[in-house]
C-alpha cells in the first residue's frame, strides 16, 4: 500500500505540468491556433521562474514570470501568425527552437544553483485519508492549481457565453466575425493564455519539481502536452487522464530503473517509453478519422484574415 501511496503521489506530480500545458494549449487550438511552440514557451517559462525565485526567494513571483514568460514568447508567434499571417506550423516550430536554444543561453549561470524546497500544501482531514489522502491532499499547490483549471475550463467551454464564441470561432472565423466578434482578438487571447499555461507548466518543473535549472530539463513535455490535446481529441477530461496516463509511464521507467529488481532492460529504452506510448496512442487515435473530424475546430492551423 505504501509502494502504491507513492506511485500515485509521484504520478500525480509528474502529469501536473502536462495538465496545465495542455490544457492552455486546448484554448489556443479551439480558437483554431495550432501552436507547435509549446516546448520553447515552456523552457523559458522554466529558466524565468527559477531566476526570478532564485532572486527573490520567493516561488509565486517566479510562477508569475514564468507566466509572462510564456505569454511573451507566445504573444511573437500571435504577431507572426494573426497578423502576419505566417505558417502556423513552421512558426510554431520556429518558436519551440528559438525557446529552447534561447533559456539554454540564459540558464548558463544558473546551472550550479539550487532552489530550497517549495513546502507541500497539507489539506487537513482529506490528507489523513489512508492510501489517496497523501497523495490527493497533502500535494503542491500548482497541482490543486491545475484541478481547479480543469474544472475552470470545462465550465468556460460548456457552460459559458465566452466558451461558445471561442468554439464558434475555432470553427468558422468567417462567420463569427460576420456577426460582429472580433475573432482575431480571440485568437490573440486564447495564443496568450495558452503561453502563460506552459510558462506555468514550465515553472513548476524548475521550481517546484526539481528545483534546479539544467538544460533541456523539459525534455520533450511539450510536445507530449500537444500530442495530448490529439490523444484527448480536444476534450478536457481526455486531457486529463491521458496527463496522468502519461505521467504514469513516466513514473513506471523511474521506477523500474531505481527498484533493483535486476530488470534487464536498456535504460535508453525505459527513458523513450513515455515518448513510445505517445507514439502509439497517436497512432489509435488517427485510424478514427470520425472521431477526429467530429471533435478537431473545423479552422485549425488555417489562417484567417478579416475582410473590411
Known amino acids: 500500500m505504501d509502494i502504491f501511496s507513492s506511485i500515485l503521489f509521484a504520478t500525480i506530480v509528474a502529469g501536473t505540468p502536462l495538465i496545465i500545458v495542455a490544457l492552455g494549449q486546448l484554448i489556443a487550438e479551439k480558437s483554431g491556433v495550432l501552436n507547435l511552440g509549446a ?5 523559458m517559462g522554466a529558466i524565468a521562474g527559477f531566476a526570478v525565485t532564485l532572486h527573490s526567494g520567493n516561488a509565486w513571483l517566479g510562477v508569475l514570470a514564468g507566466m509572462a514568460a510564456g505569454a511573451a514568447m507566445s504573444l511573437i508567434f500571435a504577431v507572426v501568425v494573426l497578423t502576419l499571417m505566417g505558417n502556423q506550423v513552421a512558426s510554431g516550430l520556429a518558436l519551440s527552437i528559438l525557446g529552447v536554444g534561447l533559456s539554454a543561453f540564459i540558464g548558463k549561470p ?3 544553483d539550487i532552489l530550497p524546497t517549495v513546502g507541500a500544501l497539507r489539506i487537513p482531514l ?12 497533502n500535494q503542491q499547490a500548482l497541482v490543486y492549481f491545475s484541478w481547479l483549471l480543469f474544472g475552470g475550463i470545462v465550465w468556460f467551454l460548456y457552460r459559458s457565453r465566452s466558451g461558445l464564441i471561442l468554439r464558434a470561432v475555432g470553427e468558422s472565423p468567417a462567420s463569427a466575425h460576420s456577426i460582429g466578434y472580433q ?22 518543473l524548475s521550481v517546484f519539481y526539481t528545483p534546479l535549472w539544467v ?7 511539450g510536445w507530449i502536452a500537444i500530442a495530448l490535446v490529439v490523444f484527448a481529441t480536444w476534450r478536457p477530461f481526455r486531457v486529463l487522464v491521458g496527463a496522468y496516463l502519461f505521467g504514469g509511464v513516466m513514473v513506471a521507467q523511474l521506477f ?11 535504460s535508453q529504452f525505459l527513458s523513450a517509453l513515455p ?15 470520425n472521431t477526429v473530424r467530429l471533435n478537431a475546430p473545423v479552422s485549425l492551423g488555417q489562417p484567417f484574415r478579416p475582410e473590411a
Do not use: C, H, W
Open 39 to 43: 516546448e520553447g514557451m515552456m523552457a
Open 110 to 112: 544558473y546551472e550550479s
Open 126 to 137: 482529506l490528507a489523513d485519508i489512508p492510501i489517496i489522502g497523501a497523495p490527493l491532499f
Open 183 to 204: 475573432a482575431i482578438k480571440i485568437r490573440y487571447l486564447a495564443t496568450l493564455f495558452g503561453g502563460a499555461m506552459a510558462g506555468i507548466g514550465g515553472a513548476f
Open 215 to 221: 538544460e533541456g530539463m523539459v525534455s520533450g513535455r
Open 256 to 266: 523500474v530503473q531505481g527498484s533493483g529488481l535486476g530488470i534487464n532492460i536498456p
Open 275 to 289: 515518448y513510445l506510448a505517445t507514439i502509439i496512442v497517436l497512432v489509435i487515435i488517427s485510424r478514427d478519422q
